[in-house]
């Protein structure tokens, strides 16, 4: 100030210039996220809903149809509960799973192969958020998954007792629990055929070994002890609760585990992305 | 003694015969490498979701010493199962191979090599027809372990087993060279290749269904093939056995013309 000359306030600028200002966030970049979890991740899904939504639909409803055409004289799986009133939760529930798994995963590998993750992690987005766009959007996509079928299978099953809370609370924390596991598992993969050994080796195996075909009581003792430990389990239990108002596990049990699950899963994917694992040249 | 200072001749043009057995062989070997290459996705991953199948379906409906046909519910499921896991992974092998090739666009190194429609048609097919074969014998040997298994008549095991992955190759074929996309190919495997597969009679007998569903049932192909190897396991059949075996080859024959036309005329593969 001391030295400067000092220039008449009032002089314009021969020519005016407005500067380009990057768009001011605060703690949170929610137009970015916005961007993330809708423009890239959602409405991708949506762009190829043949594909991705009626896909599992007519997968599901054959399933059911099979149980319902060829088991019909199979009587009942639980007290009071008819196979097919047993089944169509499960069905619905491994449709929101393996949606939202095969969303997130197949993305970020596919992103990965291409090289277009780079837009992602060139965009002013912090890890968390990154982590939250991949994984909010696949677990809605598995929601939105999961709602149809369960629409189309309404059709064929009486849904007479329904518990809005624990539906909703269970099917929110599976989409979210198969979004994380699938953000993980994007990241691990290398290739296409480690995505499919993940899918092949663990994730199948969780979905069908939980009990969303079979009630526990079924079981031969042996592995009655050992399907306890899937924690897919206590989530198809609880949704089915929702839909025939009894379960076989703990519903508080379930969703404390549902939830720690969550919380670890999200951390470990956070730490992931913070550290830029197998992304960061 | 003959001694030539120097020749002049250039290379010479193979000969190639009637068949091209050496372009056979190559293209053949390229589509069986294809996916021998990733074998824990094409052949590991298939046999542990058909064992799970197994599983799930046995504890879910098969309680209590139920029987289906007359044999132990498992006895009856693990056929379909094996015919199952070879329908998908035949029609997986062979659509994947020619869509991935037209998406990435080097089909042209199958166009251009010296072979016919008819030998491009069997060099794919029979790539197929192995990863078929070598995915249902893996998942027929899993099952033999947890499943008795009682074979009836070898021989309408391996017609139907060849057959049905033969035409599950042709259709994969057929289907592969009509998609431009890969929503085009999975739309072909979710609306027609799941849902004629799982109506077939895989999980049930089909004397289970209204009176009225059974004679549609019968206008499945792949009915027959589900049933006439099940018939070689179990020795009971749903259908007739006679009328399988006709059908089966007709039907292949019919497939096998259409993918000979569209590779003699290029449809949709070449410019």
């Given at each position: 100030m ?5 220039r008449?306030a ?5 020519l005016?210039f407005r500067?380009w200002?990057?768009t ?6 929610w ?8 423009g ?6 949506l762009?190829f809903?043949?594909e991705?939504l009626a896909?599992?639909l ?8 099979v149980f ?9 799986m639980?007290?009071?509960v008819?196979?097919?009133?047993f ?9 929101v799973a ?5 969303n ?5 590998v ?7 993750i780079a ?5 002013p987005?912090?890890p ?11 677990a809605?996509c598995?929601?939105?998954?999961g709602s149809?079928?369960?629409?189309g299978t309404a ?14 609370g269970f099917a929110?924390a599976?989409?979210l629990?198969f979004?994380?596991l ?8 290398e ?23 079979f009630?526990v ?8 002890d050992?399907i306890y430990f899937?924690p897919v389990?206590?989530?198809v ?11 076989e ?7 404390t585990?549902l939830?720690?699950?969550n919380?670890i899963?999200?951390?470990l994917a ?9 992304i960061r040249? | 003694?003959?001694h ?5 001749a250039g ?5 190639i015969?009637r068949?091209n057995?050496r372009?056979?062989w190559t293209?053949y070997m390229k589509?069986v490498?294809?996916?021998l290459?990733?074998f824990t996705?094409?052949?590991?991953a298939?046999m ?7 599983a799930?379906?046995?504890?879910a409906?098969g309680g209590g010493g ?5 044999v132990?519910?498992?006895?009856f ?10 329908v ?7 659509s994947s ?7 990435q666009g ?7 090599p ?9 060099g794919?097919?029979?790539?197929g ?6 995915v249902?014998l ?12 009682t074979i009836?008549?070898?021989l ?6 060849v057959?049905a992955?033969?035409m ?7 289907g592969?060279?009509?998609?431009e996309?890969?929503d085009?190919?999975?739309a072909v495997?979710n609306?027609v290749?799941?849902?004629f597969?799982?109506?077939s009679g ?5 004397e289970?269904?209204p009176?009225?569903w ?5 206008f499945n192909?792949?009915?027959y ?16 056995l006679l009328l399988?075996?006709a059908v089966m080859a007709g ?5 096998w ?14 410019p």
């Amino acid at each position: 100030m001391s030295g400067a000359p000092q220039r008449a306030a009032a002089a314009p600028p021969l020519l005016a210039f407005r500067a380009w200002q990057p768009t001011a966030f605060g703690a949170v970049n929610w137009r970015g996220l916005w961007a993330l979890y809708y423009g890239y991740g959602v409405s991708r899904f949506l762009r190829f809903g043949l594909e991705t939504l009626a896909g599992p639909l007519v997968s599901s409803l054959l399933f059911l149809l099979v149980f319902v055409v060829g088991q019909r004289d199979l009587g009942e799986m639980l007290p009071g509960v008819g196979l097919t009133e047993f089944i169509a939760p499960g069905i619905v529930l491994y449709a929101v799973a393996y949606t939202a798994f095969q969303n997130s995963a197949a993305m970020i590998v596919m992103d990965k192969m291409e090289g277009t993750i780079a837009d992602v992690q060139m965009a002013p987005l912090s890890p968390l958020e990154v982590m939250a766009g991949f994984a909010l959007s696949a677990a809605t996509c598995g929601l939105a998954s999961g709602s149809l079928v369960a629409i189309g299978t309404a059709l064929f099953v009486d849904y007479s007792y329904f518990d809005a809370t624990l539906v909703l609370g269970f099917a929110v924390a599976t989409a979210l629990l198969f979004a994380l596991l699938g953000t993980i598992a994007g990241l691990w993969a290398e290739r296409w055929d480690h995505y499919g050994a993940v899918e092949g080796f663990v994730i199948v195996p969780l979905g069908l070994l939980s009990g969303t075909f079979f009630s526990v009581v079924r079981l031969p003792e042996v592995f009655r002890d050992w399907i306890y430990f899937n924690p897919v389990l206590y989530a198809v239990d609880g949704f089915r609760a929702g839909f025939i108002g009894q379960a076989e596990t703990s519903l508080v049990l379930g969703g404390t585990l549902l939830a720690a699950l969550n919380l670890i899963l999200a951390l470990l994917a956070w730490r992931l992305f913070t550290a830029g694992y197998k992304i960061r040249p | 003694m003959e001694h030539q200072s120097l020749s002049l001749a250039g290379p010479r043009v193979r000969q190639i015969g009637r068949v091209n057995g050496r372009g056979l062989w190559t293209l053949y070997m390229k589509e069986v490498r294809r996916f021998l290459n990733v074998f824990t996705q094409t052949l590991l991953a298939p046999m542990v979701t058909t064992l799970l199948f197994l599983a799930i379906f046995t504890l879910a409906l098969g309680g209590g010493g139920r029987e289906v046909g007359g044999v132990p519910f498992a006895s009856f499921l693990a056929p379909g199962l094996v015919m199952m896991a070879i329908v998908q992974n035949a029609f997986a092998n062979t659509s994947s191979s020619l869509v991935i090739a037209k998406v990435q666009g080097n089909i042209v190194d199958v166009l251009m090599p010296p072979l016919s429609a008819g030998e491009l048609t069997l060099g794919i097919a029979a790539g197929g027809v192995t990863r078929g074969l070598m995915v249902g014998l893996a998942v027929g040997l899993g099952m033999w372990v947890f499943v008795p298994v009682t074979i009836h008549n070898p021989l309408f095991i391996l017609y139907h087993g060849v057959m049905a992955a033969l035409m599950l190759s042709l259709l994969g074929m057929i289907g592969g060279i009509w998609s431009e996309k890969f929503d085009h190919i999975a739309a072909v495997t979710n609306f027609v290749i799941t849902p004629f597969s799982f109506l077939s009679g895989t999980f049930y007998s089909i004397e289970r269904l209204p009176q009225a569903w059974q004679v549609v049932a019968h206008f499945n192909p792949f009915f027959y093939m589900i049933d006439g190897f099940r018939y070689g396991f179990i020795g009971h059949a749903d259908g007739s056995l006679l009328l399988g075996v006709a059908v089966m080859a007709g039907f292949n024959l019919f497939l096998w013309a259409v993918t000979y036309r569209m590779f003699a005329t290029g449809y949709r593969l070449k410019p």
